[in-house]
């Protein structure tokens, strides 16, 4: 398959993207962080010029949709459904819905027609969709198509003090809530002081928004101003932008907290709680688990109701603040719907039968021939969409394991570049990936500022003798019968390989990995669990390999939330570390606990904070980069199979200005967030 | 009759205490909680999950109270106020959750076992009196085959058969047409259309079962002393075999009452899944494999006193068919 | 009552109980049928390294989703031949549908022959051997009776090894659940009073337990040290202990019934112990309904392991077992593109047909009243 190079990636909007971290896209404020949404990019200009992997036709060179730099349009229109509301003096007229000045968008292919509903499917009732629920947050700021800039989104713009202790946000003057309140920094406050710093609701503020150990503070200026004040230098608060939502509807909310209530604890009773920062919390999620329909937001699309089968329905946001050139309110689209299957095989049915608007998420492809046979009656084009994910399984021994003759063996540079070396990687892309990856470590994709070419090609060769060779070298001898090498301490080197079971292909990689380390006489026990209990024992140090699909490993997605693929233990550390799980206690207890890393991870780990702390595109910020990725390509901790594979999606061939083949679709850019989902309109 | 019915609602309620406490304990056995789970997920989106978070969440619903806790408070709800708890997949009242699907999952239920009996009992009898004619070893066929052939398997390929040769909409009760109008006959020509390939898939295994069970009684009491002498007496054949035998031969049916009732309301889990069906089965599999406590608690406890209760009916009945049992105690 | 005499001429008449069973049951044609097919059935599990033509798995990305081969007896010049052969097989991946196509070429051909050298193995992990039933010679020509699935192993040889697997599974539960349900069983009933009561109260109590739960919870609290051989065999031993209270409850109604009848007052008269009345007087009045549980019974293990698999919680890859294949072919890839992937589901239904018609048989033979 053609190898993408950096150059192309970041010309064609093909990889380059947005951050639109997920990083709480619709996360529910059940969780102490602030409501937040995900993030949108903007468009760069530049075309997509993306070679097609795999994909049978070249892919039209076609732009993301653009902020406009001059308003164009002098008034305003907006949907018929809507001007109905208006006629009949439910709604304001459309002039005095919008802020003084909404943002302009130009739409990708053309100007769109208003109607339709956009609708995703899903095999889970209560499970989240892409499709549909990430279709409507907004947030403070968004990431630029080139990944250079953050660009203001619901808030007019920002200016970073000198000593970067100080951020201070304009806002857009005129800008409503989905009910028509004014959004101002009264909601901003509201949400500060009775959200934020109230410990019922938020028990631990989360690192990101509390450097140097201190809470951020947010200073009320006017009614359109505000600052955040940081007790140490925090220039990486630009990258957090995106995932920042520091606002609440006071108005609304403000019955159901206890200091503006003082009913608040018996409303919370009367709905099933015991306290009323219970029911404050349940009115204030998002996602798809919002169940109140009155709370304001300023969503493109807004909750309106859902039923017990799993299925929710949105409809426009008659105060969204978007237009298009022309000056048409976006979105164009009235609906955004979202279907819910019990299971995998009845949504690819609807899907075949042309359901649904479009579809990524829960598609794969091994079912894409199924999915090309049905284009004609489906009505909808099926193509491959690149991906920015680092790799499909990538796995980690446990460097801290208990048994220290594992331990020694693991933490030997020979044994894993000799596990490396021994995987055929060719055939794993042919019989799981269609043979549309790349072999590759799982190290950054090439659109990454600092990435330099071959970085992720460390170790990749198949070479069975050498990796002979290598444990040869180590000492590691064959037993009699010339069938599995032996421990040190004698007995036969068997491991044990537990994997989290229901992703078909997580199964089939690991029976090949079987087989071809069993050819360097190494014996591999699988061992299928569920994931729960997986990750337990990750928790508990006490796996020996630790394998996971090895997403967020961009480069927006590292300064954005963390570099979790980057240090130890590879993964989020609370949820599944894959490997070095003591050395992650010892790093973050300054030594009281866990075990003391080798010299290379101490250093990978200083490294890796400061650049955290470099503002980005800094000459500096590069060189740390690209140090980072150096030391973990070069140690080789964190080992890959196959990447950058791209996903299947659908579009049905009645929506417009909505991505082609080609063009990128990944967790890392936010997925059709990227593509502006308030341009895309439906052609009857 | 009335000393023996009054014995054994004696004994329900012990029963009923001792299921909750086995339940309850059942669904915390496995490691981990819904948190666990629910971080899972959050990770596979690609958001940020740190230990903050998880502590918050367990701290909001109440999981890091010790279990007896847990306990107690579950069960004083349920008790005094008729309240289920909350599932936290799907963030809503558990009560609403099930009384909302237990319509369907019963009338689906229902449906199936009228269909099963009124199917397998005239095919049982005729089998049994008409041994090792073609007919008999057709239906036999017939019957094996519905019972060998795996339930999802045959679900799946209904459907999808359904969809390419009649144009059904696939998975679900309606076509999304009809799916929030009220009803009319329309509604309810959709509704058959849907329901049979349920109806099929679920009675299949159940009638083939049904019919050799009968088929073997039957036999058994027909070939009884007391039936050639009621012919030699001349009465007809259709009265010898239906007076008595067939009375008999229903004997373990009513012994398996006892969890029809609970099956009534589980609804076959697994077709469910398969095609999609608004009952409760899906939804119990779901809470209990992202451990959904309270989903999962209170539908294993529904269940279970289903079970209870419909062994109390069962025995009730067996007495009332057999006065023998009724005498004896 | 049915003891034997020693009169040997009087033949019929004086046959044991055994003699007339077996009797009986060999003029029932379509059980015989079944028995001998379930002989064939367990000996191919039993040397299934020796039946199938190659290793299960041994896989290829040249053949993913590879449709069954066909057989040829005329060969293109038009000449018959008793021995069958095939061609060959050549294949690409169609960078449209992304599709991996076949394309059959004639000009190799490949006679199958038995006793061929073939994948090595160890027969019962003791014997090492390559020699196969039947099966290609060579490296280059592939025999896909039954096609192959998604990693390009032949399916008839993954069959041929999921049947040592699921043939086996259930039988010690089964056995388990039979002894303790007859056992507890008939107790309660024919004693009916206080222990009757206490058996009912436990067999309730186990009953309203519901399966799918249990399972899970079993599942997660086993030590996870072990293999998921070992695991899915003791949560079978378990289950079982559970799932005896259905035949339990049955045997209970009918020694209830029977305990009243008029031989069991005979025996009693003559002296028999309660144990004796119950094992050799209420018992074989029994047997046709116990024989048709317990053939009724397996086959439900069967199936139990089959649809468990699909749920998630019984076996699952890289066991090899019919459950485990269906699982994986339980999607509509499956059923449109590769349906072949769906014949581990008719050596199910085979099975559990001649189980079902063996019980039958036996029921029949067994009948102490029929003529």
Request: proline letters at 7%; charged letters at 20%; one cysteine or more.
């Amino acid at each position: 398959m053609a190898k993408l190079s950096r150059r192309e990636f970041l010309i064609g909007a093909g990889g380059v993207a947005a951050g639109s971290l997920l990083a709480a896209c619709g996360q529910p404020t059940a969780a102490p962080s602030p409501t937040q949404a995900p993030a949108q990019a903007t468009s760069a200009p530049e075309p997509t010029d993306v070679p097609p992997t795999a994909a049978p036709e070249a892919a039209e060179a076609t732009a993301v949709p653009t902020v406009a730099e001059e308003p164009v349009a002098t008034g305003y229109t907006e949907a018929p459904m809507l001007a109905e509301l208006v006629a009949s003096g439910e709604l304001p007229p459309i002039e005095e819905r919008l802020p003084v000045e909404p943002i302009m968008v130009e739409p990708l292919g053309e100007i769109g027609q208003y109607g339709g509903s956009l609708r995703g499917l899903v095999p889970d009732p209560t499970g989240e969709s892409p499709e549909s629920d990430w279709l409507r947050g907004t947030a403070l700021a968004m990431r630029s198509a080139d990944l250079a800039d953050i660009i203001p989104w619901v808030v007019k713009g920002w200016d970073l003090s000198d000593d970067q202790k100080e951020l201070v946000v304009h806002m857009r003057e005129g800008l409503r809530w989905s009910d028509g309140e004014l959004l101002t920094t009264e909601d901003v406050q509201f949400w500060y002081e009775d959200t934020f710093l109230n410990t019922d609701l938020t028990p631990q503020v989360p690192i990101k928004w509390a450097p140097g150990g201190e809470p951020m503070k947010v200073v009320i200026d006017d009614d359109y101003t505000f600052r955040l004040q940081f007790a140490v230098s925090n220039p990486i608060i630009i990258d957090h932008l995106p995932t920042l939502n520091p606002w609440s509807p006071k108005h609304y909310m403000s019955q159901f907290h206890i200091k503006y209530n003082e009913d608040a604890n018996e409303i919370a009773k009367s709905e099933g709680f015991e306290f009323w920062y219970e029911s404050f919390q349940f009115h204030a999620q998002g996602a798809q688990f919002q169940q109140d329909a009155d709370r304001p937001a300023l969503d493109r699309w807004i909750y309106e109701r859902q039923d017990n089968m799993g299925n929710r329905y949105y409809v426009r946001n008659p105060y969204y603040w978007v237009v298009d050139v022309e000056g048409k309110q976006l979105p164009y689209a009235d609906y955004v719907e979202r279907m819910s299957t019990e299971n995998l095989e009845v949504m690819n049915a609807k899907v075949l039968s042309g359901d649904g608007t479009h579809h990524s998420w829960f598609l794969s492809l091994e079912n894409y021939p199924l999915y090309k046979q049905n284009e004609a009656e489906g009505n909808y084009t099926v193509g491959l969409y690149p991906d920015l994910r680092a790799a499909e399984y990538g796995f980690c021994f446990n460097y801290t394991h208990k048994d220290p003759v594992l331990r020694e063996i693991f933490n030997d540079i020979r044994w894993r570049k000799a596990m490396s070396h021994a995987i055929d990687r060719d055939e794993i892309n042919e019989l799981s990936f269609a043979g549309l990856g790349m072999p590759r470590q799982p190290i950054m994709d090439p659109t990454a500022s600092f990435y330099e070419e071959g970085i992720d090609q460390y170790f990749i060769e198949f070479d069975v003798d050498l990796a002979n060779e290598l444990l040869d070298d180590m000492g590691l001898e064959w037993d009699a019968n010339q069938q599995w090498r032996l421990r040190p301490d004698g007995g036969p080197l068997s491991l044990s390989f537990e994997f989290w079971s229901s992703k078909a292909n997580v199964t089939q990689v690991s029976e090949l990995i079987k087989g071809y380390w069993a050819k360097v006489g190494v014996d591999v026990t699988l061992k299928p669990e569920d994931q729960q209990f997986y990750q337990q024992r990750m928790q508990a140090n006490e796996h020996t390999i630790g394998v996971w699909a090895i997403g967020g490993s961009s480069e927006t997605y590292s300064r954005q939330n963390e570099p979790i693929r980057y240090r130890p233990p590879w993964h989020w550390p609370a949820n599944s570390p894959l490997g070095g799980t003591e050395w992650h206690q010892w790093l973050t207890t300054n030594g009281e606990q866990g075990i003391e890393p080798p010299e290379e991870i101490k250093e990978l780990w200083d490294i890796v904070a400061e650049w955290l702390l470099e503002p980005f595109g800094t000459d500096r910020y590069l060189e740390l980069g690209r140090e980072m990725l150096r030391i973990n390509a070069e140690n080789l901790w964190l080992i890959g199979t196959v990447g950058l594979v791209p996903r299947a999606a659908i579009v049905k061939n009645t929506v417009r200005n909505a991505p082609q083949p080609g063009q990128a679709l990944s967790v890392e850019t936010g997925m059709w967030n990227y593509y502006q989902p308030e341009q895309w309109w439906i052609e009857e | 009759m009335l000393k023996f019915i009054a014995n054994r609602l004696l004994l329900f309620i012990p029963t009923l205490i001792a299921i909750s406490i086995v339940t309850f304990v059942l669904i915390q056995l496995p490691p981990g909680d819904y948190v666990t789970s629910y971080l899972m997920e959050l990770e596979q989106s690609g958001q940020e999950v740190t230990a903050e978070l998880a502590t918050a969440l367990r701290q909001r619903y109440g999981l890091d109270d010790p279990m007896v806790i847990r306990f107690f408070k579950w069960i004083g709800n349920i008790v005094l106020r008729g309240d289920f708890g909350y599932s936290m997949q799907w963030n809503r009242p558990v009560g609403d959750l099930i009384w909302e699907r237990i319509g369907w999952t019963v009338a689906i239920s229902l449906a199936t076992m009228l269909f099963t009996w009124l199917l397998a009992f005239p095919i049982g009898v005729y089998s049994a009196t008409h041994q090792y004619s073609p007919l008999d070893y057709v239906f036999t066929l017939i019957g094996f085959l519905g019972q060998s052939v795996p339930n999802f398997l045959i679900a799946l390929v209904f459907m999808w058969l359904g969809y390419k040769w009649f144009g059904l909409e696939i998975g679900g009760l309606f076509s999304e047409a009809y799916l929030e109008a009220p009803w009319s006959w329309p509604k309810f020509v959709d509704l058959l259309n849907h329901l049979w390939v349920p109806m099929v898939v679920l009675g299949t295994a159940g009638t083939a079962g049904l019919i050799r069970t009968l088929r073997a009684n039957l036999l058994d009491e027909i070939r009884k002393p007391y039936v050639v002498t009621a012919r030699a007496k001349g009465l007809p054949e259709r009265r010898v075999i239906w007076k008595y035998p067939v009375r008999v031969a229903i004997n373990p049916f009513i012994s398996s009452t006892a969890y029809m009732l609970p099956g009534l309301i589980s609804g076959a889990t697994i077709v469910s899944v398969v095609l999609s069906l608004p009952t409760t089965g899906p939804m119990q599999l779901r809470a209990l494999m992202s451990q959904d406590m309270y989903l999962a608690g209170s539908f294993l406890l529904i269940l279970s006193s289903l079970t209870v209760l419909g062994t109390l009916v069962s025995d009730i009945l067996l007495a009332w068919v057999d006065p023998r049992i009724r005498v004896s105690g | 009552m049915f003891g034997k005499t020693k009169n040997k001429s009087e033949g019929l008449f004086t046959a044991s109980q055994w003699q007339l069973m077996t009797w009986r049951f060999s003029r029932h044609r379509v059980a015989v049928v079944s028995l001998v097919v379930l002989v064939i059935f367990y000996l191919i599990a039993a040397f299934c390294e020796f039946v199938a033509p190659y290793d299960p798995g041994r896989y290829s990305a040249k053949y993913v989703l590879a449709p069954p081969t066909t057989l040829h007896f005329v060969s293109p010049e038009g000449k018959f031949s008793l021995r069958p052969y095939v061609f060959g097989l050549e294949s690409a991946r169609d960078m449209e549908t992304l599709a991996v196509v076949f394309e059959v070429d004639e000009s190799q051909v490949y006679p199958i022959k038995f006793l061929v050298h073939g994948d090595p193995y160890k027969l019962w992990g003791l014997w090492e051997s390559d020699i196969h039933l039947f099966g290609v010679d060579g490296e280059d020509g592939m025999l896909f009776l039954w096609g192959a699935d998604s990693m390009g192993r032949d399916l008839f040889s993954r069959v041929v090894f999921g049947a040592r697997i699921s043939l086996s599974i259930g039988l010690v539960g089964v056995f388990l659940s039979l002894v303790l349900g007859v056992i507890l069983g008939g107790i309660s009933g024919y004693f009916g009073g206080a222990v009757d009561v206490v058996i009912q109260r436990v067999i309730e109590f186990l009953r309203s337990l519901p399966a799918i739960p249990l399972w899970m919870t079993l599942a997660a609290a086993l030590p996870h040290g072990w293999s998921p051989m070992r695991l899915y065999f003791a949560i079978t031993v378990l289950l079982s202990l559970i799932g005896w209270t259905g035949l339990a409850r049955v045997v209970r109604g009918r020694f209830m019934s029977l305990r009243e009848e008029d031989f069991v007052m005979a025996a009693r008269l003559c002296g028999a112990s309660e144990m004796r009345v119950i094992l050799r007087h209420l018992v074989p009045s029994f047997l046709s309904h116990l024989i048709a549980s317990l053939t009724l019974s397996i086959p439900g293990m069967i199936l139990s392991e089959t649809s468990l698999s699909f749920l998630g919680l019984g076996l699952q890859p890289p066991v090899v077992s019919w459950g485990v294949l269906l699982q994986t072919a339980q999607n509509l890839r499956t059923v449109v593109l590769a349906p072949w992937l769906l014949l581990p589901g008719l050596a199910v239904v085979i099975v559990v047909l001649a189980f079902n018609f063996l019980g039958d048989g036996m029921r029949d033979a067994a009948d102490p009243y029929s003529h």
